[in-house]
């Protein structure tokens, strides 16, 4: 979905937005046009809803994920930082250069999903 969002009409018209400050902080993290918190939102709220769980087990998925959002585009990348431990992991400096190259990167897409863009 990311990846789609770079393309010349999405980006213009939603992603932007997104790309607007440089460089990155950890409060611009979740600075989005309404439909990419949609595009890019649903799927963080579609896994609890097909795996039932219980409301507090929700939230802590939705904290997590808004944290590693955060870490993400915070601009420091500290080794004893528990990501460091998932296998993979991009992580604050292999998504900092997509913001660096004014948004029209076509690389360096997630920090969870990070092999997706070495594939």
């Not at 963080?44 to 795996?51: D, E, H, I, Q, T």
């Not at 955060?70 to 528990?82: K, N, Q, S, V």
Request: one cysteine or more.
């Amino acid at each position: 979905m990311h990846k789609w969002l770079h393309t010349e009409w999405a980006y213009k018209n939603i992603h932007y937005k997104h790309h607007k400050f440089f460089p990155v902080t950890g409060l611009t993290a979740s600075y989005a046009h309404w439909l990419e918190v949609l595009l890019l939102g649903f799927p963080s709220f579609l896994w609890p809803a097909l795996v039932p769980c219980h409301l507090v087990t929700f939230w802590l998925w939705i904290a997590l994920r808004q944290l590693e959002a955060i870490e993400t585009h915070g601009g420091f990348d500290f080794p004893w930082w528990p990501t460091k431990l998932i296998p993979f992991y991009g992580g604050p400096e292999f998504h900092d250069y997509h913001h660096t190259v004014g948004g029209k990167s076509q690389n360096n897409f997630a920090s969870m999903f990070a092999y997706c863009d070495y594939i």
